[in-house]
Each structure stands twice: as C-alpha cells, then as structure tokens.
T-cell receptor, first 111, second 115 residues
Framework: GQQVMQIPQYQHVQEGEDFTTYCNSSTTLSNIQWYKQRPGGHPVFLIQLVKSGEVKKQKRLTFQFGEAKKNSSLHITATQTTDVGTYFCAVGGAGSYQLTFGKGTKLSVIP | SAVISQKPSRDICQRGTSLTIQCQVDSQVTMMFWYRQQPGQSLTLIATANQGSEATYESGFVIDKFPISRPNLTFSTLTVSNMSPEDSSIYLC????????????FGPGTRLTVL
C-alpha cells in the first residue's frame, strides 16, 4: 500500500498558538483524509481532500492538499484545550476503500 | 454517519486463550474493517471483512491468528487466537461509506490486555 510520512510526532503549544501537522508521500496520492483521536477515544473523520491544491476550512482548522498531490497539511489557528489529541492523515488507493494511516501527530495544549 | 458498537469494551485475558470481539453497526454497510492500535501508535489494518466471503488479510496478519466472521451487513467478529502479551492492543472495527467519500467511521474499540 501507499506510504505516508507524518511530522512532527509530537507538538506542545501554548493555548492560543497555532499548530500545523504535515503529511508527505513520495508518490502521487488519489486522496488524503484527516482524522482526530482524542485521548482514550477512537479516530473521528475530519475531512477528505481530493483535488490538487485544494484548501478546505472547518472553523479554526485549515486543510491543504499540495499541487502535486504528494503532501498535505492541517493547520489549527489559535489552539484551544479542546484541540488536544492525535491527528492522523490517511491515504487511500485509487478505487480502494482501504486506508493507510500516518503515524500521527500528538498535540498537547498548555492552558 | 453510522453508529458502531463493540463488545467487549475491554478485557484482560490469559496467555494462550482466545477472545472474540463483536462489532455491530446500526445500518447495512458493505465495507467493514478491523484495525489494531498499539499504545501510543498508529492504526494498522488487520483485514477487510467481506460479507459472504473470506476476509482479506493484510501482510503480517493470518486467518489462523485472527479469524473473522461477517455473517451479514451489520455485524462482524474478530477473534484473537492463542493470545500472547504482544497481542495487547486496542482493536477497532470501522465501516466505510460507499458514495462520494470513502471515509471510515470507527467503533469505540476493545482494549485487550494479555497477561
């Protein structure tokens, strides 16, 4: 399956600071998804990006898909304690429903 | 979105025994998946549970160790057989949507500890 590298592994921010996590692939991706997993919880789907250069926003969250469809980012503006958790990117093969998850970025927010 | 339940939510088992985890969905779904998530790690796909046929296993996972049943479109089971402490993990089932997106909805997970 397709491989994706996610960085950083951990991020500690002060409440109100911004946060970004990145996913990179050596191959062109058909799509990329983002999930959030709260501590002790299960992954919850956030969004899917499909088009080259696509940018989507959900309140304070901004998702980008690179022009070459080989990388993606999730940016959170003015983090809050409710943003705490691990953010995973996941990639699916064309025509396949199976997902390969990145290693995740664990976000800690210091109040 | 689908509502997914898993049983048991957690269990502590002895080495050499087997545990069957159940996954129930509130609507009929074609795609069901089983994942393993070791503490602090990412999700690793074990297999795709196919209704009416054998499950499709990922590299490193075999049917003898992780037999899967999918008797209908709303239910699946994963058995962890002949357990060892290395099988201690969270096991999650998920379902996929068919149209527009292939995002997955996850059950709450089963936390397994093997002594």
């Amino acid at each position: 399956g397709q491989q994706v590298m996610q960085i950083p592994q951990y991020q500690h921010v002060q409440e109100g600071e911004d946060f970004t996590t990145y996913c990179n692939s050596s191959t062109t991706l058909s799509n990329i998804q983002w999930y959030k997993q709260r501590p002790g919880g299960h992954p919850v789907f956030l969004i899917q990006l499909v088009k080259s250069g696509e940018v989507k926003k959900q309140k304070r969250l901004t998702f980008q898909f690179g022009e070459a469809k080989k990388n993606s980012s999730l940016h959170i503006t003015a983090t809050q304690t409710t943003d705490v958790g691990t953010y995973f990117c996941a990639v699916g093969g064309a025509g396949s429903y199976q997902l390969t998850f990145g290693k995740g970025t664990k976000l800690s927010v210091i109040p | 979105s689908a509502v997914i339940s898993q049983k048991p939510s957690r269990d502590i088992c002895q080495r050499g025994t087997s545990l069957t985890i159940q996954c129930q969905v509130d609507s009929q779904v074609t795609m069901m998946f089983w994942y393993r998530q070791q503490p602090g790690q990412s999700l690793t796909l074990i297999a795709t549970a196919n209704q009416g046929s054998e499950a499709t296993y990922e590299s490193g996972f075999v049917i003898d160790k992780f037999p899967i049943s999918r008797p209908n479109l709303t239910f699946s089971t994963l058995t962890v057989s002949n357990m060892s402490p290395e099988d201690s993990s969270i096991y999650l089932c998920s379902v996929g949507r068919l149209v527009s997106y292939n995002e997955q909805f996850f059950g709450p997970g089963t936390r397994l500890t093997v002594l």
